[in-house]
């Protein structure tokens, strides 16, 4: 069965599941998937380059007056770069209070790379033969829409949808007189595609506003198979730059080939004694402290990776070992070259003895693992091989003494974090989801990537779960970024039910 197939029929399910509700409730959905994809339209034409100061304020004005449409006191967080948004309902003492991060900030486009001629003005689609899609005018909108036709527009899936399906379900409570069962805050983020530098700071700044019991971040796609998905948690990430050097100036191979250092031969001698041949990192200390329980494994187990189809997308029959399957394996942490450069390849090969190799490496973390002590551990394996290890430019004294050098630049540092799989709330939110879409719920214990809003959590030391709501197929951060009708309906439904649903049910 393909993806496509695959995504479709559940989708379908997904939407009937939701519309099984009685009566009203079932009629106002549909109205109300109609009635959010007119609002997602006008969300995506107002441009949000995160690089932008101006666009970034026009969307603020546009949320300010949205959430106080439904309600809402609203408020402009200021930071050190773009000001934040936050909304919240009036509070009542016998709740819990819960507080959504969603972002509506956008990488910049390259509209001659889209299928469209502006990526700000949304396009409706349908699938077509051998995999094409055909546009649509939105008059063959009606109340009963194809669940697998899409809306194609910058940002429809990153970050703007969920912020729609978070309007829109609270749309429905009312209409069905549904109360809401938390206090809800809502902060929403005007840089994230920039890394989301102001948000630890301003968690400190703002820190009794932010006040809750619990974190939902609404953002990211849902399992590749489309079952509802919950995960409890994202690496961090640190970087390593390493630079060795020979001559001072790139020298005739013939003439020092046998004399002169070679850096690219050190650098590369240096990054194969990191890792075994399993792909497992071999410096002392890397893995301490991480443990997997038995039920910890069942969970990782329990989702449906399919090493063959992922094999097969990344077009490789040979895997490292430091798991043995995938969802294992991002319980580690990684060592990453990502980049190496030295001399001259290609047509512009030349017959030299480079001066200087460098390697970029990426450190993912996971929270057993503080990236200042990966980085110490890194340094002092390096030094162990015999090398002086500088945090400068060398200068010709450092150049001419009895050590190769090997120069060490550092990042900062964003840490990992994770909510335990057996915490309450989670295991709440994954009884509602299995109950409302008869579906098992993919739970993902440590997604593999990072996301700016970890600090951020770690600052608030509150659960926080990842609720995705979007296709797995939507081209994020990419040209002809997507929305599938049917996440609407999925969204609005699991929404509507997480939010309207008390603890003790």
Known sequence: MTFQTLSRAFFVSCLVASLSVVGQEAS?????????????????????????????????????????????????????????FFAALPMEAD???LLMYMHFDGQSVDPARWEQADPYKVVLKAPGPDGTWEEKPFSELEEDIPDDWRLFGRSTSDDK???????????????????????????LDGQEE???????????????????????????????TGRPTLVYGCRGITTVTLTTYGPIRPQHSGHYGN?????????????????????RVTIPGYYDGITLSPEEMEVLKSVPDEASRIDADLQVGVTDQVGSFYQEALQYPSLNIRGLASGWVGPQARTIVPASATAELDLRLVPETDGTRLKGLVRKHIESLGYRVTDSEP???????????????ES??????????????????????????????????????????????????????????????????????????GQLGYG??????????????
């Open 492 to 505: 609005i439904q699991a929404l509507y039910t997480i939010l309207g649903t008390p603890l003790s049910e």
């Open 194 to 224: 920039r890394g989301s530098r102001p948000l630890p700071a301003a968690v400190e700044t703002y820190r009794e506003l932010l006040e809750a019991d619990y974190l939902l971040i609404a953002d990211g796609p849902t399992h590749y």
């Open 259 to 279: 004399y002169a250092p070679n850096p690219g031969q050190q650098l590369a001698r240096i990054l194969a004694s990191m890792k075994d041949e399993s792909g």
């Open 95 to 97: 709740k819990p209070t």
């Open 412 to 485: 900062g540092v964003t840490d990992a974090f994770r909510t335990p799989l057996d915490h309450p709330f989670g295991v709440h939110l994954v009884g509602l989801l299995s109950d409302q879409f008869e579906e098992e719920v993919v739970q993902i214990r440590i997604a593999g990537g990072t996301v700016p809003i970890a600090p951020f959590v770690n600052a608030l030391d509150i659960p926080a779960f990842l609720l995705p709501l979007v296709n797995p197929d939507n081209n994020q951060h990419s040209p002809n970024e997507n929305l599938r009708i």
């Open 395 to 409: 200068d010709a004294e450092m150049r001419s003494g009895p050590q190769l050098l090997v120069r060490m630049e």
């Open 161 to 187: 949808g969920p912020i729609v399906m978070l309007l829109n379900a609270l749309d429905l409570m009312k209409k069905t007189g549904k109360e809401l069962a938390f206090n809800l805050k809502v902060i």
């Open 28 to 84: 106002e959905l549909k109205a109300q998937v109609r009635h959010s994809i007119d609002e997602l339209a006008a969300f995506i034409a107002i441009p949000n380059d995160a690089l932008n100061h101006a666009d970034i304020n026009r969307n603020i004005s546009w949320l300010t007056e949205k959430f106080t449409d439904r309600g809402f006191n609203t408020t402009v967080l200021p930071t050190e770069e773009e000001s934040l």
